[in-house]
């Protein structure tokens, strides 16, 4: 029996002494861990790389854009006041026109003879009217000497009237049948260019035909009709009071300038129902970038601000309590300044309050940072300006309604 009691006593020991090298190793890694820890903790973090922009000072134009369609200032659609047959068509589809060039000529011949009888009829009573007068003169001498009667007197003299009112009948029959023979050459009644041809040489043309000839639209000057929401009225008003202003004619997707030009007018009410008030621009057009129906959006400058404050639309950030931005402060620190601003477009914003201008702002890396974070500050590279009259994107455009915390 002793045998195995010894055994077991030394099964015991061999798993307590176990036990302990087990504690003793656990102990020895969390003594390393925490020294590690302890080293990691004194450590500071790295700082966060940022970009960063200065808020600078300038004049910042405040843009109202809209969409429009071109219109032209004269559109006529070509017709024929007489009937007859087409001799000749002179003009090409799409061709530029001089008012007054010749159209369409028309077969003047029944409408020729027509003006050769009343010449002729008038020279008829001319001559019946130089016998009468001269009859006139006869019976007025006969009756001094009492070889005519008064009567005889008043019935030539009747016939002179009668015959001179005739021919000035005559002379209304030639002037009308003048009109006619001129109508037989249709010519272009304002410079423009001329659209689809719908006649052919041979073709039968009357005045009652309601499609027409072509329609010529005048290009240059040329019109953009566009819209704006009501709340605008009194600033367009006040920019009309101030003097001209310019509105310029983009593509329709906003961006390539197409045109300058300026208001025209505003109009004398407000659409009710869309809550818009129309207005037209008038363009020269001369390079004719501008089409009639063209879409095209519109910038019209309401105004401009002096000495603004100017930063990245980028550095502008919502928060729960409204707009802010992240400034770079001493030793590399974020500060986080509340901003209001007063306008902004899709590249640049105006700061009224709670910014200065030469304070570097965060304009990419925001959601590495807060409050107190140590940043690695870079600058922005400095864009190319982009020309005014190439693209949209550096033009500055309405500010949205500033969010309320």
Same mark, same amino acid.
């Given at each position: 029996?002793?045998?195995?009691?010894?055994?077991?006593?030394?099964?015991?020991?061999?798993?307590?002494?176990?036990?302990?090298?087990?504690?003793? %190793?656990?102990?020895?890694?969390?003594?390393?861990?925490?020294?590690?820890?302890?080293?990691?903790?004194?450590? +500071?973090?790295?700082?966060?790389?940022?970009? !960063?922009?200065?808020?600078?000072?300038?004049?910042?134009? !405040?843009?109202?854009?809209?969409?429009?369609?071109?219109?032209?200032?004269?559109?006529?659609?070509?017709?024929s006041r007489v009937d007859g047959q087409v001799e000749k068509v002179d003009f090409k589809q799409g061709q530029m026109l001089k008012e007054g060039d010749v159209l369409v000529q028309i077969d003047p011949r029944p409408y020729q003879a027509a003006l050769d009888q009343a010449i002729a009829k008038k020279a008829q009573d001319e001559a019946n009217l130089k016998n009468a007068r001269l009859n006139l003169e006869r019976f007025s001498t006969l009756a001094t000497q009492n070889f005519a009667t008064k009567q005889q007197l008043d019935s030539q003299q009747a016939t002179v009237d009668q015959l001179t009112a005739q021919i000035k009948g005559d002379q209304a029959m030639i002037d009308n049948a003048q009109t006619q023979v001129s109508y037989t050459?249709?010519?272009? +009644?304002?410079?423009?260019?001329?659209?689809?041809?719908?006649?052919?040489?041979?073709?039968?043309?009357?005045?009652?035909?309601?499609?027409?000839?072509?329609?010529?639209?005048?290009?240059? +000057?040329?019109?953009? !009709?566009?819209?704006?929401?009501? $709340? $605008?009225? +009194?600033?367009?008003?006040? %920019?009309?009071?101030?003097? $001209?202003?310019?509105?310029?004619?983009?593509?329709?997707?906003?961006?390539?300038?197409?045109?300058?030009?300026?208001?025209?007018?505003?109009?004398?009410?407000?659409?009710?129902?869309?809550?818009?008030?129309?207005?037209?621009?008038?363009?020269?057009?001369?390079?004719?970038a501008l089409w009639p129906g063209l879409s095209v959006s519109t910038r019209l400058l309401v105004r401009t601000l002096k000495n603004a404050t100017i930063v990245p639309q980028d550095a502008v950030q919502h928060g729960p309590d409204g707009l802010f931005v992240f400034v770079v402060g001493a030793g590399n620190k974020i500060?986080?300044?509340?901003?209001?601003?007063?306008?902004?477009?899709?590249?640049?914003a105006v700061v009224s309050e709670g910014l200065s201008p030469g304070q570097k702002v965060v304009i990419a890396g925001q959601s590495r940072i807060q409050k107190g974070t140590v940043v690695q500050p870079k600058e922005a590279k400095a864009e190319t300006p982009l020309p005014a009259d190439n693209s949209l994107a550096a033009a500055p455009s309405p500010a949205p309604p500033q969010r309320k915390p």
């Open positions: 029996m002793a045998a195995p009691t010894r055994l077991r006593t030394r099964n015991w020991w061999i798993a307590i002494a176990g036990l302990l090298l087990i504690v003793v %190793a656990v102990g020895g890694w969390f003594s390393r861990h925490e020294v590690h820890e302890d080293k990691a903790a004194a450590k +500071p973090p790295p700082p966060v790389p940022v970009t !960063v922009a200065e808020a600078r000072t300038g004049d910042y134009p !405040v843009y109202l854009l809209g969409l429009g369609t071109v219109q032209p200032f004269d559109t006529v659609t070509v017709r050459t249709i010519r272009s +009644p304002l410079a423009g260019r001329a659209g689809f041809r719908l006649i052919d040489p041979g073709n039968i043309v009357h005045a009652a035909d309601t499609n027409g000839i072509v329609t010529i639209v005048k290009l240059q +000057p040329i019109a953009v !009709v566009f819209t704006a929401p009501e $709340q $605008q009225v +009194p600033d367009i008003n006040k %920019a009309l009071g101030d003097g $001209q202003v310019p509105v310029d004619a983009l593509s329709s997707d906003g961006t390539k300038v197409l045109a300058h030009g300026h208001l025209l007018l505003l109009n004398n009410a407000v659409d009710q129902a869309s809550g818009t008030i129309s207005m037209k621009a008038r363009y020269d057009n001369n390079d004719n500060e986080q300044h509340a901003v209001k601003v007063s306008e902004q477009d899709l590249k640049e």
